[in-house]
């Protein structure tokens, strides 16, 4: 199994956290965010991990330096972008990474998750499923992708950012997708545009036109977008309750 981590992001909404290393870098409890990605994916069975780099990528490279070393079961490559591609665009870019692979993980990298890896893949698999999009119930959904699903769990309707009068669902795209790697091709055949292209923006909504099935996976542990002051904290708080635990 293959990951693709999305971390070329700017986290402007960090700063001043962010003024010198990226979103990912961010360190939750005792560790980076990015270290979590990468110990949850090993756990679950995944050998191959691509990550994207865009704004201060030399922290990311220097961390994995030291990751692989201690790390030698799993290989993970970075992908830097000079200009931003979008999420899906990262995708389409890198095709050559997931070409051999039946099926492929593409995770957010400021989401701090406990999801379990392998219950999602049994799902995806069990649904016969081209996309698997992991969503979970949210109060302000204004500010995320909104999705609504009928009885067999069949996406029906992929809204991103709904303004109030158009929200029908309180069901958040969690941004960790699970992708039949030969649904890429019809991707292809979908885009109208050059330069960047997002998945919610863009993909999902194109998709569903065309009557390519998405699945929803209802996420059942938690999840937090670090992308903000208040979630970041609300992490630290998740880790550090965690960590004494243990």
């Known amino acids: ?66 990751y692989r070393i201690s790390h030698p079961d799993i290989h993970i490559s970075t992908t830097y972008e000079k200009i931003l591609l979008g999420s899906a665009g990262t995708i389409l870019k890198n095709v050559d990474f997931i070409e051999n692979e039946e099926d492929f993980l593409v995770v957010y990298g400021d989401n701090f998750t406990n999801i379990d890896y392998s219950k999602l893949i049994s799902y995806h698999n069990d649904h016969h499923s081209l996309v698997t999009i992991v969503c979970n119930e949210i109060e302000n959904i204004q500010e995320k992708g909104m999705i609504v699903f009928d009885q067999n769990d069949r996406i029906i309707q992929f809204k991103e950012k709904p303004r109030a009068d158009e929200i029908i669902s309180h069901y958040s795209n969690c941004g960790i997708y699970m992708f039949k790697t030969s649904t890429i091709s019809k991707i292809k055949d979908l885009i109208y545009k050059k330069g960047t292209i997002d998945f919610g923006q863009d993909i999902f909504p194109l998709m569903l036109q065309h009557d ?22 609300l992490a630290n708080e998740k880790a550090t309750n965690i960590i004494k635990l243990k």
């Open 1 to 66: 199994m293959k990951a693709i981590i999305l971390a070329a992001g700017l986290g402007t909404r960090l700063k001043p956290l962010t003024d010198t290393i990226p979103k990912v870098m961010v360190t939750i409890g005792d560790r980076p965010l990015l270290e979590y990605h990468l110990e949850q994916l090993r756990k679950h069975g995944v050998k191959e991990i691509l990550i994207n780099t865009h704004y201060l990528p030399n922290p990311i490279e220097d961390y994995l330096l030291n």
């Open 212 to 233: 390519i099935p998405i699945i929803a996976y209802k996420l059942d542990e938690w999840l937090i977008d670090i992308g903000n002051p208040a979630n970041y904290k």
